[in-house]
């Protein structure tokens, strides 16, 4: 493994603000906002599908960043 | 199906190039003097995958950008049909519209406080068994585990204490919740004047300077989840559950 590949102090920070990011998004949509009485569409299931789901996806991005070496924008 | 993601003023401006879920277009109505953001679906369920959570997210985001004030709806809330919607913005119409003056020209900014000793936590896991199997052993690793729990419950408050401190100043309302999930001390939502996000990130950053034994990551702007009102005993119930 080269100086390259070692994950910087910088790159865990973007790491974990990108998840933060994520993570606050589906906080706030399932389960904030006005809840109106019409039908919701969404199931406990569905739910941790969203998690386990968003986890592979945080860590297939990782894994692309680093192989480009570069950093995406972080929001 | 008729999809709801947004309440807003009723002379909020056109989103006439907006589109979401299923890459269909947002409309506007206007009922019980608030406007309705809304589109349609083809069909239940709504899957909530990344994609959607994201395309959803966007149609609020650009009504925020739009208007001075806008209510998010949470994910997932359709109709059958407009006499549905309809009957259920008319049962609330006073409330939602006191909700938009209580967040009018805000946005809500995200902390989440997160301990650095995640690792030495994953380490020593709450629920190990101990290698001596004894009733002693097993009441020591009880009373070591509780005595955990409160240092990390002391520690959470502490440090939402300074949290509140530092940024309830730039603050119209704020809310948080204590050790929310493993490793995370503290997850805090603030509604601020728009103008006072970079001031915020900034007063966020410097506070995680001065407290070098957690991470504090801040997130936003976001439309105000966190601040919406709940709209009847049962979708309170829903709501904060």
């Known amino acids: ?75 | 199906m008729i999809y709801v993601y947004a309440i807003t003023d009723a002379d909020c401006e056109s989103l006439s190039d907006v589109c979401g879920l299923d890459g269909r277009p947002a409309l506007s109505r206007t009922l019980s003097n608030v406007a309705i953001v809304y589109g349609e679906v083809a069909g239940t369920p709504v899957e909530p995958s990344a994609e959607n959570l994201w395309q959803h997210e966007a149609v609020v985001e650009a009504v925020m950008k739009r208007c001075e004030a806008v209510l998010p709806v949470r994910f997932g809330m359709t109709f059958g049909d407009e006499r549905a919607l309809e009957d259920t913005i008319a049962r609330h119409g006073a409330v939602l519209a006191t909700g938009l003056e209580r967040v009018r020209g805000c946005v809500e900014m995200g902390v989440r406080v997160v301990s650095r000793e995640a690792k030495e936590a994953e380490a020593i896991s709450p629920n190990s068994a101990p290698a001596d199997r004894s009733g002693r052993a097993y009441m020591l690793a009880r009373l070591e585990d509780e005595r955990r729990r409160r240092a990390s419950q002391s520690r959470a408050e502490a440090i939402g204490d300074a949290l509140d401190a530092a940024l309830s100043p730039l603050a119209r309302d704020g809310t948080r919740r204590l050790l929310p999930a493993p490793h995370v001390l503290l997850t805090a939502a603030y509604l601020i004047p728009r103008d006072a996000s970079e001031l915020f990130t900034s007063c966020a950053g410097s506070l995680s300077d001065e407290h070098p034994d957690v991470r504090i990551v801040c997130t936003g702007p976001w439309p105000p989840y966190h601040f919406a009102p709940a709209l009847s005993s049962r979708a309170a119930e829903v709501a904060h559950g």
């Open chain 1, 1 to 75: 493994m080269s100086a390259a590949d070692v994950p910087t102090l910088a790159d865990d920070d973007a790491a974990l603000q990108k998840e933060a990011t994520l993570l606050d998004l589906v906080d706030r949509l399932l389960d904030k906002g006005v809840v109106l009485t019409g039908d919701v569409t969404l199931s406990v299931a569905d739910v941790d599908l969203v998690y386990v789901g968003l986890r592979v996806l945080i860590s297939s991005v990782e894994a692309a960043q680093r192989q480009r070496g570069g950093a995406e924008p972080i929001r």
